[in-house]
């Protein structure tokens, strides 16, 4: 007897992320705001080329990886073979590791603390290349969790400004696994709206359409296009 797909399996990569798509223009659709104002990151950390490359045959264009060694491994070839490719970083950055960093990722979305800041100012004047830059916050203030605490965040993000020279675009959260996010979405976006800022990278893929309605300019999403890690 064929055993049959339990109905949570991923479907098919190019089925999935069709779904995807579809579950993002509606939410766009109920929160009355255009698909294009919403970057879909399939988030490829772990997963090879191999796995990637119908990703990107099925018209994805924008990928985000956790580690700056992985993507150093796998990325180059793909970015050779198929141009117009993004590449984002939405993992810790390490100051060490900001020479790479700069010279690989499109979008660094793990600014968090002033090492970084200052890592980060030298090499994009040295490359004379710079990634849109987020600053992640720590919303739930957990104490295992990189990320600025919200009553720190203003000062921070002027300080990248005045004292770095870091040209900020937005704000990147990651709510607590055990709290409803949209608060966590929701105090990001007032954040970000009284410093100016119009880019918000919140939602993965349990709670995208919720950070859709909340304003998410940009959203990180593995497992629901690629399956379970």
Same mark, same amino acid.
Request: aromatic fraction near 4%.
């Given at each position: 007897?064929? &055993?049959?797909?339990?109905?949570?399996? $991923? &479907?098919p990569? &190019? #089925?999935?992320?069709?779904?995807?798509?579809?579950?993002? /223009?509606?939410?766009?659709? #109920?929160?009355?705001?255009?698909?294009?104002?919403?970057?879909?990151?399939?988030?490829?950390? @772990?997963f090879?080329?191999?796995?990637?490359? !119908? *990703?990107?045959?099925?018209?994805?264009?924008?990928?985000?990886e =956790?580690?700056?060694?992985?993507?150093?491994?796998?990325?180059? *070839?793909l970015?050779a073979?198929?141009? +117009?490719?993004?590449?984002?970083?939405? +993992?810790?950055l390490?100051? =060490?590791?900001?020479?790479?960093?700069?010279?690989?990722f499109?979008?660094?979305?793990?600014?968090?603390?002033?090492?970084?800041?200052?890592?980060?100012a030298k090499?994009?004047?040295?490359?004379?290349?710079?990634?849109?830059?987020?600053?992640?916050? =720590?919303?739930?203030e957990e !104490?295992?969790?990189? +990320?600025?605490?919200? !009553? #720190?965040?203003d000062?921070?993000?002027?300080?990248?400004? #005045?004292?770095?020279?870091?040209?900020?675009?937005?704000?990147?959260?990651?709510?607590?696994?055990?709290?409803? !996010? /949209?608060?966590?979405?929701?105090?990001?976006?007032?954040?970000?709206?009284? =410093?100016?800022?119009?880019s918000?990278?919140?939602?993965?893929?349990?709670?995208? $359409? @919720?950070a859709?309605?909340?304003?998410? $300019?940009?959203?990180?999403? +593995?497992?629901?296009?690629f399956?379970?890690?």
């Amino acid at each position: 007897m064929t &055993p049959q797909l339990s109905s949570a399996a $991923t &479907p098919p990569l &190019p #089925d999935a992320l069709a779904q995807v798509e579809a579950d993002i /223009a509606r939410a766009c659709k #109920d929160a009355r705001r255009e698909r294009a104002s919403v970057t879909l990151i399939a988030v490829s950390k @772990t997963f090879d080329a191999e796995t990637i490359t !119908p *990703a990107i045959a099925s018209g994805q264009r924008v990928f985000g990886e =956790n580690r700056v060694q992985e993507a150093k491994a796998k990325w180059p *070839a793909l970015l050779a073979a198929h141009p +117009g490719l993004k590449l984002h970083l939405i +993992g810790p950055l390490q100051s =060490n590791k900001a020479k790479e960093a700069v010279a690989l990722f499109d979008a660094i979305h793990s600014v968090d603390r002033p090492s970084v800041c200052e890592a980060l100012a030298k090499e994009i004047a040295r490359q004379q290349r710079a990634p849109e830059l987020f600053v992640q916050l =720590n919303t739930g203030e957990e !104490p295992q969790k990189a +990320g600025v605490a919200p !009553p #720190d965040a203003d000062a921070f993000i002027a300080a990248c400004r #005045d004292k770095y020279g870091l040209a900020i675009s937005g704000l990147m959260c990651i709510p607590p696994l055990d709290e409803p !996010p /949209a608060p966590h979405f929701a105090l990001t976006a007032k954040i970000a709206a009284r =410093n100016g800022l119009s880019s918000l990278s919140m939602g993965m893929s349990a709670d995208f $359409t @919720t950070a859709i309605q909340l304003g998410a $300019t940009h959203i990180r999403v +593995g497992s629901a296009i690629f399956g379970a890690r």
